[in-house]
């Protein structure tokens, strides 16, 4: 069995998500694409998103009410890597997803927030003129880490 992949994992959510649709999408997406759990930050989304494969009850899901309770529980070790259109996002393509991560996305009408930004140990975004719909964005990045790329 390879070691590298036992010492691997990865999270995935959204900031502030908008609708239950999206949730329910990403959470599909996560279980088919090996995430080791999902979340949530903030109560603009409606309780009982649609997840059509029961992904919160197939792998380990959080809630966290604030940004700073995610920043304060988050698994030892892990980086943050920030999804966003910003001028300080490295290109997703060379980009060398950590071996332990939490990838947290925000929604498409307002990103992340700063504190967000700021306190993301990466930042990558896709080429892309207009921000993508927050589970197709969630989605290239699962399965951008699946492709054979280094790991920092």
Known sequence: MNNNFINEYFGIGILNGKTPENLGVLWRSAQNMGASFIFTI???YAK???D???A???MPYFHYETFQEFFNNLPKGARIVGVELDDKAKDLEPFHHPR?????????????TNEAIEKSHFLVKFK???SLNVAVAGSIIMYD???SKPRS
């Open 145 to 147: 880490r699946q492709l």
């Open 52 to 54: 059509t494969h029961n």
């Open 56 to 58: 919160v009850k197939s």
């Open 128 to 130: 892309s003129e207009l």
């Open 42 to 44: 903030g109560n603009r």
């Open 48 to 50: 009982q998103a649609c």
């Open 100 to 112: 332990r991560c939490v990838y947290l996305l925000g929604a498409e009408d307002h990103g992340l």
